[in-house]
């Protein structure tokens, strides 16, 4: 075996749960797991990016060999050209559908009025406070966002392993993670790691705006932010360093149990370095601490050592690996076409609050029987399956969108 059939069905089992976890039929109604921790902690959601992240590394490490090989030239010429096309997608998406829902002052009568304009990268709402009194928001573009953080992570960590090889990287990326712990208290000792106190913030507020911010969390905070970028690309260089070992492990016909026991060895060193870590330097996904990063780490190298075992060392391979698979395949692409789906089609209406995308879950299985929430996780499960189609077709046509 030259190449691990099981690195690219996890690939394709993180781009599917990222589908789930983004497309409920409501917001409202999502069974605990497949919603974020409120702050400090974990649940399987909070798993699914760094798995993806993960993912990345590990495939970094099939093509930085090459590119080393090719030479400096090659090397920046497609690190810089595909960094740009996914924060350029990112931040598309961001942008997309181009226009929006304000209020305007409907002259002579001091009342507001919704009207559809252009959305240029910042512009003008209007609403009205308790006293009637008529407010101006300043309104602007998200310029992060879990694709752009994807971009910015694989840039570094492509620069750090290909000039540094496994060794110098591993002491690059413990180096980050110890220097973002110093970081993170030095800049608010009093409260370094909680939503108001955390010092990425106020950066992020100077540097991008705080109209260009995230604000789900009640104020103006991007969980995509700069300041926690580092720690996300120490989990694409660990992705990398696993990838390595899996790559050169599976070349040596007797090697598979040998590279799987130093894999489960790995993981759960991290897994328990991650755990201890946590007293003192929370588990966080929304600042994305460094113990955060090694925790998820190792539970990803389990997950991977599992279906290696099972998948290329047992030979277990049916549907379930194929459904996975076809993800992998086309999986930035896919991920990007379940963000611009809902947006553009929601500019089509159906009838009030009613559009093509939302159709199927507010006519049919808002009524599931049950907790709400069956209903919206079914739809979830509907996405998916759509998407698969999507990428089924793809695959069995040869279509492969690569950046």
Known sequence: MSRSYALDVFRGATVCLMILVNNPGSWSHIY???????WHGLTPTDLVFPFFLFAVGNAMSFVIPRLQQEGDRAFW???????????????????????????????GTGELQKVTIFKSFTWIDLMKNEAGEILETIKGVRIMGVLQRIALCYLFAS?????????????????????????CLLGNPADP????????????????????????????????????????????????????????GM?????????????????????????????????????????????????????????????DGKGIRG?????????????????????????????????????????????????VPGAPENGSLLYALCVITFMWAICWWMDKKRIYVKV
């Open 32 to 38: 605990d797991p497949l919603e974020h921790a409120p």
């Open 77 to 107: 010429k497609k690190v810089i050209k595909r960094s740009l096309i996914i924060f350029g997608v990112g931040l598309f998406l961001n942008w997309w559908p181009f226009v929006t829902e304000v209020n305007r002052l409907v002259e």
């Open 159 to 183: 620069i750090i392993v290909y000039y540094g090889g496994p060794r110098k990287a591993f002491i690059v990326g413990a180096a980050i993670l110890l220097f973002y712990w110093a970081a």
């Open 193 to 248: 790691y909680s939503l108001k106190g955390w010092f990425g913030t106020q950066f992020d507020l100077r540097l991008l705006g705080s109209t260009h911010v995230y604000k789900g969390e009640g104020m103006p905070f991007d969980p995509e932010g700069l300041l926690s970028i580092p720690a996300a690309i120490v989990q694409v260089i660990l992705g990398y360093l696993v990838g390595d070992h899996v790559r050169k």
């Open 251 to 311: 070349k040596d016909p007797d090697g598979l149990y040998r590279m799987l026991t130093g894999l489960f060895t790995i993981g759960v060193g991290l897994l328990v370095t991650g755990y201890c870590w946590d007293l003192v330097f929370p588990i966080n996904k929304k600042i994305w601490t460094s113990s955060y990063t090694i925790y998820t780490s190792g539970l990803a190298i389990l997950t991977l050592a599992t279906m290696i075992y099972l998948i």
């Open 319 to 367: 549907g379930l690996t194929r459904f996975f698979d076809v993800f992998g395949k086309n999986a930035l692409f896919v991920f990007a076409l379940s963000a611009f789906l809902p947006k553009g089609l929601a500019l089509i209406k159906l009838d009030k609050g009613l559009n093509p995308w939302n159709w199927l879950y507010k006519k049919v299985l808002i009524h």
